[in-house]
């Protein structure tokens, strides 16, 4: 009933399963992984842009929805994994060269970032990183993130992962977004996405 939340359904879905394994891990501690990021995040770009058929300038409708995930937790016997799915869903990323040749938007930087996986024995794995620059005049951008304040835990001494953030014109203005907004952006702005960290597993120092 209003006013309780009822959108983003699939990251109810990530946080149950981390609180399953949680538990588990308190059952088979030697068996568990650390938290893995704990949610996907949903980025989605829309808006019209001007293309040139038969000798005349048309507008043509775009949408873009990806849903970007990160890396699992650090393991009993190994680090955490960079990059991929969780572990209670299957999908992967769209290729930087289809989203270009498709869409009016340029993908300037898709890496990890050093030292967010969780410390650990066996660290957590590391944070995604993906900027989005809009070529068209115009667009909406929705973002549906998590993991900004409650981050993912480590487990048997290991430390929790690096928080997400979302940030609009890094490299100028620097705007920090909050995880789950809908705003306009313009021509040329550079949309900049940073999954969270995966939790570390075991004491650092060993």
């Known amino acids: ?30 068996r568990v992984p650390a938290c893995e990021i704990g949610g996907d995040t949903g980025v989605s770009i829309g808006g019209y842009e001007r293309v040139v058929r038969d000798g005349k300038t048309q507008m043509r409708g775009f949408v873009f929805l990806e849903f970007l995930y990160g890396s699992w937790g650090g393991r009993p016997d190994q680090d955490g994994i960079d990059g991929v799915a969780s572990a209670v869903v299957n999908f992967s990323n769209n290729p930087a060269e289809v989203l270009e040749a498709e869409l009016p938007l340029r ?3 898709y890496d990890y970032l050093p030292d967010t996986g969780g410390a650990g024995k066996h660290r957590g794995g590391l944070s995604l990183v993906r900027d989005f620059r809009l070529l068209a005049e115009e667009a909406t ?31 100028s203005e620097a705007r920090e977004l909050p995880p789950k907004p809908t705003l306009t952006i313009q021509h040329g702005d550079l949309f900049r996405h940073i999954a969270a960290g995966a939790g570390g597993w075991g004491n650092p120092f060993e």
Do not use: C, K
Not at 3 to 25: D, E, Q, W, Y
Not at 145 to 162: E, I, K, N, S
């Open 107 to 109: 993908i300037e930087r």
């Open 1 to 30: 009933l209003p006013p309780g939340p009822v959108a983003a359904r699939g990251l109810t879905g990530f946080r149950i399963s981390n609180v399953v394994f949680g538990a588990l891990a308190q059952a088979a501690p030697d």
């Open 141 to 171: 951008l929705q973002i549906r993130a998590d993991r900004t304040r409650y981050l993912p835990y480590g487990l048997h001494g290991g430390q929790a992962g690096a928080p997400s953030r979302s940030i609009l014109n890094p490299d």
